[in-house]
């Protein structure tokens, strides 16, 4: 994954005794990672559970044939817990123990920021009370706010998950599809962010949708009959003007939220299931960083995701 040095959108020189962390927010407290143990940022997906694990182990997943467990932070920190929806982002992590390296998933409410933080800026972890201070490594006053600054190995390393799960029960898990339920602590869009990155993706819109729609009908085949009769170049064009309208209301919430219920409307009248937004959003997301290439980073990427999953979210209220 790429690391971009930035710091609310500035370049600025890391030296040694500064660290990169991604940050998250859950039930209303921000929290954050070391940004190198970050492999990758993705929606809430299937999980095949495992028997005779906490409950705070949800189950784990295949990631391109890694088996990854999956952890609610909620549950493991014994804060009450909420029902998943297109705002709910699992990070997958590298977590280093003793012996050997393997690869974890946390579930948290949503990704929030890229932050650096000088070695001299963190303080120490008081009593937490739900969160238990051995698996802080301190605390980090940013922009006049205070993030919790997590020892992932510590938090991870003590599970006793048994990862040997077949394909085929990978294969046959239940799928959760995302609600229209909305976090209350999710992070605010970053609209000007968004418009000058749509703005610079805008000579490639036509390579994006492409890619976007062959991309999709690979991920999810059940939805390439709702095309069957339809001119693609025509819908490509549809979804660009869709993108462009979407951008542009993005400073009238009202006008946005009456776009955004006419199309989810349209949607639901094509056939398109609550299920279907999922997939949609994690390929929209994939196909424009690799379209967008050198100018894509993590910033970008948090923005877009918390864009698409509001976007998502005000959709699906048509399907009430």
């Given at each position: ?203 490639q819109a036509g390579e994006l949708v492409q890619k976007f ?108």
């Amino acid at each position: 994954m790429e690391i971009a040095q930035v710091t609310g959108g500035d370049v600025i020189d890391i030296t040694a005794d500064t660290d990169q962390y991604l940050t998250f927010m859950l039930a209303g407290e921000e929290y954050g990672v070391d940004i190198l143990r970050v492999q990758e940022i993705k929606g809430w997906d299937n999980v095949t559970p495992i028997p005779n694990t906490p409950s705070y182990v949800r189950g784990v997943i295949n990631l391109r044939g890694t088996i990854v467990p999956i952890v609610d932070l909620r549950q493991r920190f014994g804060i009450e817990g909420i029902s998943y929806g297109p705002m709910t982002v699992v990070i997958v992590l590298k977590v280093v123990g003793d012996d050997r390296e393997r690869t974890m998933g946390i579930v948290v409410d949503g990704v929030s920021d890229v932050y650096n933080v000088a070695a001299n800026e963190m303080k120490p972890a008081p009593d937490f009370g739900a969160v238990d201070v051995g698996y802080v490594n301190g605390l980090a006053t940013v922009d006049d706010k205070m993030v919790i600054i997590l020892n992932i190995d510590s938090l991870l390393n003590n599970l006793d998950v048994e990862t040997e799960v077949s394909q085929q029960q990978i294969a046959e898990s239940t799928y959760e599809p995302p609600t229209n339920q909305q976090h209350n602590d999710a992070p605010a869009l970053d609209i000007e962010l968004l418009e000058t990155s749509f703005a610079a993706l805008a000579p490639q819109a036509g390579e994006l949708v492409q890619k976007f729609y062959s991309e999709l009908f690979d991920r999810c085949p059940a939805v390439k009959p709702m095309f069957a009769n339809v001119s693609m170049e025509a819908q490509q064009q549809k979804l660009v003007a869709a993108l462009g309208t979407v951008i542009s209301s993005l400073r009238s919430p009202d006008e946005l939220e009456k776009v955004l219920l006419d199309l989810g409307e349209k949607h639901k009248a094509y056939g398109a299931m609550p299920e279907h937004y999922q997939v949609v959003g994690e390929t929209l997301l994939d196909v424009m960083a690799q379209v967008a290439g050198s100018l894509w980073s993590p910033k970008l990427a948090l923005a877009w995701r918390a864009a698409i999953s509001s976007v998502a979210g005000m959709m699906l209220k048509a399907y009430d």
